[in-house]
């Protein structure tokens, strides 16, 4: 599975981006999707999945009611609205894939965007 993450970018405090990553290679519908964020000096963190339907969705509680995730299966496409974005959003954000679930060892990682959030 090869996963394209896009939409990254430079934000004002407050403002908004929306990530999103494709992916290749194998049936999308049959793969749990999520984001997780790497800030500078700190470990990789899970923002947020999807189930395979897109009927279940979780979060961090660092970003519930600000984040939302989605899918598209006609489009294999996961998609990380974010709102009301804080300084402490900003890092590299990485789209995850895996048959079962994203929050252990994921299978599948796409190569990350850039999430800048200026005070």
């Known amino acids: 599975v090869q996963l394209q993450a896009s939409g990254g970018g430079l934000v004002q405090t407050g403002g908004s981006l929306r990530l999103s990553c494709a992916a290749s290679?194998?049936?999308?519908?049959?793969?749990?999707m999520g984001w997780f964020r790497q800030a500078p000096g700190k470990q990789r963190a899970f923002v947020a999945d999807?189930?395979?339907?897109?009927?279940?969705?979780g979060y961090a509680d660092s970003v519930k009611g600000r984040f939302t995730i989605s899918r598209d299966n006609t489009k294999d496409t996961v998609y990380l609205q974010m709102n009301s974005l804080k300084p402490e959003d900003t890092a590299v954000y990485y789209c995850?894939?895996?048959?079962?679930?994203?929050?252990?060892?994921?299978?599948?990682w796409g190569q990350g965007t850039l999430v800048t959030v200026s005070s």
């Open positions: 995850a894939a895996d048959p079962y679930t994203v929050r252990s060892a994921s299978d599948y």
């Open positions: 290679g194998r049936t999308f519908r049959t793969l749990v």
């Open positions: 999807i189930s395979k339907s897109g009927s279940t969705t």
